[in-house]
């Protein structure tokens, strides 16, 4: 039975194929009990495959992992060393997203995956989440598909952002926290999962300075905005306009709402709609709560 998304989104009936499913690359200790039981939604509707990563003969499927996620993150010169996908990722969280059978797999995509002859699943998405010591929080690390690296008529609507949300929903996760930088397109993703409230906005103590670490409250009304690009209907309820904006482009408007967040004067807002409608370094307004 097709989902209620891909029937309103027929550009989404890739998740229809039998080809397609989502993945759980998890070690057994950290595997989710009743997973998708908190958000009552029928867009995942297929068994993901699990498979364990302390198993040797599982690798193939990292080295695959790690091959795309090398590509996509190859002009921002942040790919992530294998060891810290071992002890930062794999050892505390898990990666999901979704493989699709290695037969199918397109050949621009098998050139940069590179599957071991008799592979069965090739990942075609990756997005890695581990728990944090905040009450209920988990921090998202790091997102891509192969979207990024292929034709547009090659793509695979919606991936990126299924893969996070997919996460989400199979691991129960109330309370995301995440990292991104001002002026990446991954922000219009980001902010479409709860209403979006800025942690910093100047990060000095990461590599990239111009660095947004924020949290959310997931919310499944904002995951369907993503794709009805309508505004999230409680939104306008709950938060009113700060009276400034922040200019992802200026240094100074970033410097300028880390002071007023370190001040206590927030909690600090974004609009998932304002970011979806506006090219990522235009500028946004900061709203508060009512
Ligand atoms: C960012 C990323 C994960 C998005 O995944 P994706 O599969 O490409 O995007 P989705 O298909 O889920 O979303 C499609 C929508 O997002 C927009 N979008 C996504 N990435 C975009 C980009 N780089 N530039 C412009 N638009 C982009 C699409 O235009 C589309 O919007 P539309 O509905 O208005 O047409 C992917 O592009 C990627 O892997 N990038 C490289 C790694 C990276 O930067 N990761 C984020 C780290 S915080």
């Known amino acids: 039975m097709n989902s209620s998304l891909t029937k309103q989104f027929p550009k989404l009936s890739w ?3 039998d080809y397609i499913r989502p993945y759980v690359y998890v070690r057994e200790e950290n595997k989710i009990s009743n997973p998708g039981s908190l958000f009552k939604l029928d867009w995942f509707q297929k068994n993901p495959i699990y498979k364990n990563p302390l198993h040797v003969s599982e690798v193939d499927f990292a080295d695959q992992i790690l091959r795309l996620e090398g590509k996509a993150f190859e002009s921002s010169n942040m790919a992530m060393p294998r060891w810290v996908f071992y002890d930062c990722a794999i050892i505390p969280g898990f990666v999901a997203g979704f493989a699709i059978k290695t037969e199918k797999l397109p050949a621009k995509m098998r050139e940069v995956l590179k599957p071991n002859p008799g592979c069965e699943w090739s990942p075609l998405s990756l997005f890695i989440i581990i728990p944090t010591m905040g009450k209920g929080e988990w921090v998202a690390h790091n997102l891509c598909s192969v979207n990024s690296l292929v034709d547009e008529n090659e793509r695979f609507y919606g991936l990126g952002f299924l893969s996070k949300a997919y996460a989400l929903w199979h691991a129960n996760i109330e309370v995301c926290c995440g990292i991104t930088q001002w002026g990446a ?10 209403a979006m409230e800025v942690l910093t906005s100047y990060t000095p103590v990461h590599s990239y300075a111009r660095t947004l670490t924020y949290r959310l409250r997931v919310d499944p009304d904002y995951w369907m905005r993503f794709f009805d690009h ?3 209907v409680n939104f306008k309820e709950h938060f009113r306009p700060a ?3 922040i200019d992802p482009t200026q240094e100074s408007s970033l410097r300028d709402l ?3 967040i370190e001040k206590g004067q927030g909690p600090f807002f974004l609009e998932a709609n304002e970011i979806r409608k506006l090219k990522p370094v235009d ?3 900061v709203f508060q709560p009512k």
């Open 15 to 17: 998740l229809d194929e």
């Open 258 to 260: 880390q002071t007023r």
């Open 243 to 245: 009276g400034f904006q």
């Open 230 to 232: 309508k505004p999230a």
């Open 283 to 285: 500028p946004l307004t």
């Open 185 to 194: 397109h991954a922000i219009k993703l980001h902010s479409h999962y709860g």
